[in-house]
Nanobody, 121 residues
């Protein structure tokens, strides 16, 4: 199982980035997908969630109207379009997959390794 994030980097305030998360080794289309971030010296914060079919999305208040989560189940890829970036968005961004297995009666989840996003002038 692999979740590989890409697309992070250094951007000026007000700029944009598009993160991608390529999934392999599991049935991507069965999993809800999350973007979670960790700012320097802080705990994990969920940013956005999308259900397995892509029809339901949720955002934490601080990114509503600026970030858009999406997925392409044919390409096994999750995206996060980030616009109007602020210094407070600086963090390591992780993708996270979660699914309840009725076969094993347990949650199954996987984490990516993270990609650094730095918003600074």
């Amino acid at each position: 199982v692999q979740l590989v994030e890409s697309g992070g980097g250094l951007v000026q305030p007000g700029g944009s980035l598009r993160l991608s998360c390529a999934a392999s080794g599991f049935t991507f289309s069965s999993y809800s997908m999350y973007w979670v971030r960790q700012a320097p010296g802080k705990g994990l914060e969920w940013v956005s969630i999308i259900n397995n079919g892509g029809g339901l999305t949720y955002y934490t208040d601080s990114v509503k109207g600026r970030f858009t989560i999406s997925r392409d189940n044919a390409k096994n890829t999750l995206y996060l379009q980030m616009n109007s970036l602020k210094p407070d968005d600086t963090a390591v961004y992780f993708c996270y997959a979660r699914h309840f297995s009725s076969t094993f009666n347990t949650w199954q989840d996987y984490w990516g390794q993270g990609t650094q996003v730095t918003v600074s002038s």
